[in-house]
Protein backbone atom coordinates (compact mmCIF):
# COMPACT_ATOMS: atom_id res chain seq x y z
CA UNK A 1 0.00 0.00 0.00
CA UNK A 2 1.33 3.81 -0.68
CA UNK A 3 0.88 6.72 1.60
CA UNK A 4 -2.40 7.46 0.02
CA UNK A 5 -4.13 4.63 0.58
CA UNK A 6 -3.27 4.06 3.91
CA UNK A 7 -4.21 7.81 4.51
CA UNK A 8 -1.26 9.41 5.19
CA UNK A 9 -0.31 11.46 2.55
CA UNK A 10 -1.70 13.70 -0.28
CA UNK A 11 -1.58 11.83 -4.13
CA UNK A 12 1.57 12.91 -6.22
CA UNK A 13 0.77 14.00 -9.37
CA UNK A 14 2.36 12.41 -12.34
CA UNK A 15 5.15 14.34 -14.36
CA UNK A 16 5.19 14.68 -17.61
CA UNK A 17 7.33 12.48 -20.18
CA UNK A 18 9.73 15.53 -21.45
CA UNK A 19 12.03 14.86 -24.71
CA UNK A 20 15.21 16.15 -24.40
CA UNK A 21 17.46 17.36 -27.80
CA UNK A 22 21.13 17.64 -26.87
CA UNK A 23 23.49 18.75 -29.60
CA UNK A 24 22.21 16.72 -32.11
CA UNK A 25 21.07 13.86 -30.05
CA UNK A 26 17.10 13.52 -29.59
CA UNK A 27 16.38 11.54 -26.00
CA UNK A 28 13.31 10.24 -25.03
CA UNK A 29 13.28 9.85 -21.10
CA UNK A 30 10.74 7.08 -20.51
CA UNK A 31 9.60 6.95 -16.30
CA UNK A 32 7.80 6.14 -14.24
CA UNK A 33 8.31 8.81 -11.80
CA UNK A 34 6.53 7.55 -8.27
CA UNK A 35 8.23 6.10 -5.23
CA UNK A 36 11.78 7.67 -5.84
CA UNK A 37 12.59 5.47 -9.40
CA UNK A 38 14.72 6.26 -11.67
CA UNK A 39 14.30 7.41 -14.90
CA UNK A 40 15.25 4.74 -17.64
CA UNK A 41 18.29 5.50 -19.54
CA UNK A 42 18.78 7.80 -22.21
CA UNK A 43 18.00 6.43 -25.63
CA UNK A 44 19.82 8.64 -28.34
CA UNK A 45 17.93 7.99 -31.94
CA UNK A 46 21.19 7.28 -33.88
CA UNK A 47 20.85 4.02 -31.15
CA UNK A 48 17.78 3.43 -32.33
CA UNK A 49 18.16 4.05 -35.80
CA UNK A 50 21.06 1.19 -35.61
CA UNK A 51 19.08 -1.38 -33.86
CA UNK A 52 15.43 -0.98 -34.42
CA UNK A 53 15.20 1.00 -38.01
CA UNK A 54 14.85 -2.38 -39.90
CA UNK A 55 12.37 -3.77 -37.81
CA UNK A 56 10.30 -0.82 -37.30
CA UNK A 57 10.34 -0.34 -41.34
CA UNK A 58 8.96 -3.93 -41.67
CA UNK A 59 6.42 -3.16 -38.96
CA UNK A 60 4.86 0.25 -39.66
CA UNK A 61 3.60 2.23 -42.57
CA UNK A 62 2.00 5.29 -43.72
CA UNK A 63 -0.51 6.10 -45.05
CA UNK A 64 -0.30 8.92 -47.35
CA UNK A 65 -1.07 10.15 -51.28
CA UNK A 66 1.34 9.02 -53.43
CA UNK A 67 -0.37 9.92 -56.56
CA UNK A 68 -3.28 12.27 -57.98
CA UNK A 69 -4.83 12.80 -61.26
CA UNK A 70 -5.39 16.29 -62.86
CA UNK A 71 -9.28 16.59 -64.70
CA UNK A 72 -7.24 16.40 -67.92
CA UNK A 73 -6.60 12.43 -67.32
CA UNK A 74 -2.45 12.92 -66.53
CA UNK A 75 -1.15 11.12 -63.61
CA UNK A 76 1.33 13.01 -61.55
CA UNK A 77 3.76 11.59 -58.91
CA UNK A 78 4.43 7.95 -58.39
CA UNK A 79 1.09 6.41 -59.70
CA UNK A 80 2.54 2.74 -59.85
CA UNK A 81 4.32 2.93 -56.28
CA UNK A 82 1.19 0.34 -54.97
CA UNK A 83 0.02 -2.54 -56.73
CA UNK A 84 -4.02 -2.67 -57.40
CA UNK A 85 -5.66 -3.94 -54.38
CA UNK A 86 -2.73 -2.33 -52.03
CA UNK A 87 -4.38 1.41 -52.84
CA UNK A 88 -7.74 3.51 -52.25
CA UNK A 89 -8.95 6.35 -54.35
CA UNK A 90 -10.88 9.19 -53.18
CA UNK A 91 -11.10 13.04 -54.61
CA UNK A 92 -10.27 15.28 -52.77
CA UNK A 93 -12.87 17.35 -50.55
CA UNK A 94 -12.95 20.75 -52.62
CA UNK A 95 -11.23 21.87 -55.77
CA UNK A 96 -7.42 22.47 -55.37
CA UNK A 97 -7.24 26.03 -54.25
CA UNK A 98 -3.00 27.10 -54.06
CA UNK A 99 -1.88 30.47 -53.08
CA UNK A 100 -1.00 30.86 -56.54
CA UNK A 101 -4.32 31.35 -58.97
CA UNK A 102 -1.95 30.71 -61.85
CA UNK A 103 -1.11 27.24 -60.90
CA UNK A 104 -1.43 24.73 -63.24
CA UNK A 105 -4.00 22.93 -61.04
CA UNK A 106 -6.13 25.67 -59.37
CA UNK A 107 -9.41 25.29 -59.64
CA UNK A 108 -9.52 21.38 -60.31
CA UNK A 109 -10.73 18.40 -58.27
CA UNK A 110 -8.25 15.91 -58.09
CA UNK A 111 -8.44 12.11 -57.76
CA UNK A 112 -5.81 10.83 -55.38
CA UNK A 113 -4.08 7.43 -54.77
CA UNK A 114 -3.43 6.39 -51.40
CA UNK A 115 -2.14 4.09 -49.42
CA UNK A 116 0.09 1.99 -46.83
CA UNK A 117 3.91 3.11 -47.90
CA UNK A 118 7.07 2.42 -45.67
CA UNK A 119 8.74 4.64 -43.22
CA UNK A 120 11.19 5.75 -44.92
CA UNK A 121 9.36 6.94 -48.36
CA UNK A 122 10.17 10.60 -48.78
CA UNK A 123 6.72 12.54 -46.36
CA UNK A 124 6.20 16.06 -47.20
CA UNK A 125 4.43 18.07 -44.49
CA UNK A 126 1.67 18.80 -46.76
CA UNK A 127 -1.99 17.85 -46.41
CA UNK A 128 -4.68 16.96 -48.69
CA UNK A 129 -8.32 16.11 -47.66
CA UNK A 130 -10.29 13.46 -49.68
CA UNK A 131 -13.66 12.72 -49.45
CA UNK A 132 -13.94 8.99 -47.85
CA UNK A 133 -16.74 6.50 -49.53
CA UNK A 134 -19.09 7.83 -46.87
CA UNK A 135 -18.55 11.12 -47.61
CA UNK A 136 -16.83 12.21 -44.68
CA UNK A 137 -13.10 14.13 -44.95
CA UNK A 138 -9.79 12.46 -44.59
CA UNK A 139 -7.13 14.52 -44.40
CA UNK A 140 -3.70 12.35 -45.68
CA UNK A 141 0.04 13.63 -45.62
CA UNK A 142 1.57 13.61 -49.28
CA UNK A 143 5.28 12.41 -50.85
CA UNK A 144 7.33 15.19 -52.16
CA UNK A 145 6.46 13.89 -55.57
CA UNK A 146 3.23 14.94 -54.96
CA UNK A 147 3.73 18.13 -53.34
CA UNK A 148 6.14 19.02 -56.24
CA UNK A 149 3.71 18.42 -58.82
CA UNK A 150 1.13 20.14 -56.79
CA UNK A 151 3.25 23.34 -56.40
CA UNK A 152 5.88 22.75 -58.78
CA UNK A 153 9.83 21.20 -58.01
CA UNK A 154 11.29 23.65 -55.52
CA UNK A 155 15.11 24.21 -57.43
CA UNK A 156 14.76 25.90 -60.70
CA UNK A 157 17.10 23.34 -62.13
CA UNK A 158 15.26 20.19 -61.04
CA UNK A 159 13.88 18.14 -63.92
CA UNK A 160 10.27 19.27 -64.72
CA UNK A 161 10.52 22.76 -63.58
CA UNK A 162 11.18 23.96 -67.06
CA UNK A 163 7.36 22.44 -68.04
CA UNK A 164 6.19 23.24 -65.10
CA UNK A 165 6.77 26.96 -65.57
CA UNK A 166 5.80 27.25 -69.01
CA UNK A 167 2.25 25.39 -68.23
CA UNK A 168 2.39 27.95 -65.78
CA UNK A 169 2.49 30.86 -67.97
CA UNK A 170 0.11 29.76 -70.01
CA UNK A 171 -2.50 29.56 -67.76
CA UNK A 172 -1.60 33.38 -66.40
CA UNK A 173 -1.68 34.48 -70.57
CA UNK A 174 -5.13 32.32 -70.37
CA UNK A 175 -6.48 34.23 -66.94
CA UNK A 176 -5.19 37.76 -67.91
CA UNK A 177 -6.59 37.59 -71.57
CA UNK A 178 -3.06 38.17 -72.84
CA UNK A 179 -1.13 36.36 -75.70
Request: glycine share 8%; with cysteine; charged share 25%.
Amino acid sequence: MNDVEQGRGEPTRPRKIKTAATLGKIALVVALITGGQQPAPLVTTAEVAATARPAAVRMFAVIAVYAFQSEDGRWHGEPDLLPAGRFRMAPILIPFTPADKYNPLAGQTLTVRYGEIGLDADISVCRLQVRQDDGSPLNLPVTRGVQDSLFGPPISDAPGRQQWEATREQRRRDLDGTS
